[in-house]
């Protein structure tokens, strides 16, 4: 089952549960295990993506590379919306995991998911 074909606002879980769907550079709804396993698990499913250059490496993105990954956020955005996802949290952070947990503390979620980095 596609993220596509479930809901993402409710359909399944107990009510009031929360899951975050963590994008990285997976920044899709269709052929996304994580999303998929969200829609099925959870009441609400709570996309976010954080934005931690410094953890990828010595080299920060360039111009074109920013503007890509702001235009592909607009999208994903607007994807997840038309299935039914609340909008897309996004946050700047040195540290990701710390940024996640800030995340599922003050949303209340009890899953994360999120894909293997290739």
């Known amino acids: 089952m596609s993220a596509s074909q479930s ?19 997976d920044l899709r709804v269709e052929d996304n295990p994580a ?34 990954l702001s235009q592909s956020l607009k999208h994903l955005d607007a994807s997840l919306r038309r299935l039914g996802a609340g909008r897309l949290v996004t946050r700047r952070s040195n540290d990701a995991v710390v940024a ?13 998911f999120f894909n293997h980095l290739y």
């Not at 009510?15 to 994008?23: E, I, N, S």
């Not at 999303?35 to 953890?55: F, N």
């Not at 996640?100 to 994360?112: K, P």
């Open 35 to 68: 999303l998929a396993a969200a829609a099925r698990t959870a009441g609400e499913v709570v996309p976010a993506y954080v934005w931690a250059p410094e953890e990828d490496g010595p080299y920060y993105p360039g111009r074109v590379s920013r503007w890509w």
């Open 100 to 112: 996640l947990l800030d995340l599922v503390r003050s949303t209340g979620a009890t899953h994360l």
């Open 7 to 25: 809901s993402m606002s409710g359909a399944a879980g107990e009510p009031g549960m929360r899951t975050v769907v963590w994008f990285r550079r």
